[in-house]
C-alpha cells in the first residue's frame, strides 16, 4: 500500500488520505485527513472504502497535518559527517535536530524553485519516519513500535542561508524544498536496520548510494529523545538525515540549477523525482 494526500480539486481546501494504485493511475480515498492521524493503524490495516479516482483528477499534497511537527536530523550517517569535516570522535552523542514547518513539504513532481540570493539548491536523500502514535516518556523500543509508515524524501537544502548563521533552519524551510514519497506502511518495510538501498540521482547521475544500517542515531532512540522533552504526536515526522555526497562537499561544489531533474529512490520505498526552477517560479500562491 502506498498513502498520498489529495485534494479533489484544485479549489478545494479539504485534504484526504488515499491509497495509491500499483500503476500509480488512480487513488482510493481512505478517509480525511484528520480522521486518517486519529487512527492511522487502523485506516492502513483495512482496504480502503472510498470512491476510486483517477490521479489527473484529483491534486496531489503530502497528508501532513497543519499542525504537525517536522523533526530532521543532521549529520547521521558517519561518513556525510565526515564530508563536512567532522572526525568520528567530534560527533555529539545526541543527534542534531532541526525543524522545518509543514508548508516546507511538496510532492513527487512538485517543481522546487532556486531561491534568489542562492546559487542552487543542494540534494540531500533521506527516509522520513511516521510517528502513528502519540509518546510520552517512551522508550526506544516503544518509540520504534509507534511508527507507523516510511516515505523517500529530499531535504532539498539553501546553503547559503544555512551558514549564514549557526541555526539550519532558514536554510531548511525554501519554498516546496521538501518533496516526501507516499507513504508505505512499517509492517511493509520492517526495521532501517536490515539496510534499505538510498540513492540519489541528478541528471540521471548517482550522487549519492548508501544504506540505511549505517545511520548512527535510530529511528527509536531519536523520538525516544525528543518524546522525553515534548509528546510526539499521530501524524508527527522525522527525517532520518542524509549520507555522504551531497553537492557542496564536492570540489568544485556543485548544486541544483533550473532544469535539473533529482531522483531520490530508497529500497521498498519509491522515488521522489522533481525538477527544479528558478526563483520566478516563487510567488505568494505558489509557494
Known sequence: ??????????????????????QGDEVTIVAPLA?????????????PAGPTLAVASVERVPPVLPDARVFCIGLNY??????????DEELPPYPTLF???PQSLSVDGAEVPVPS????????????????????DATPEEAQASVVGYSAFNDLTARRAQKLTSQWILGKNGDRSGPIGPIVPAAEVGDLKQGLRLQTRVNGETVQDARTDRMIYSVGETLSLISHTLTLRPGDLLATGTPAGVGYART?????????????????????????VGNEHRSAGNS
Open 1 to 22: 500500500m502506498r498513502i498520498v494526500g489529495v485534494r479533489r480539486s484544485h479549489t478545494d481546501s479539504a485534504v484526504e488520505v488515499a491509497a495509491l494504485s500499483e
Open 35 to 47: 480522521d486518517f492521524w486519529a487512527d492511522p493503524a487502523r485506516h492502513l490495516s483495512q482496504p
Open 78 to 87: 558517519s561518513d556525510h559527517a565526515a564530508e563536512g569535516s567532522f572526525r
Open 99 to 101: 525543524a522545518r514547518w
Open 117 to 136: 540570493n542562492e546559487d542552487g539548491l543542494d540534494w540531500e536523500g533521506e527516509v522520513v519516519a511516521w510517528v502513528g502514535a502519540p509518546l510520552v
Open 252 to 276: 568544485p561544489p556543485r548544486l541544483l540549477q533550473p532544469g535539473d531533474v533529482v531522483e531520490v529512490e530508497v529500497e521498498r520505498l519509491g522515488t521522489v523525482r522533481n525538477t527544479v
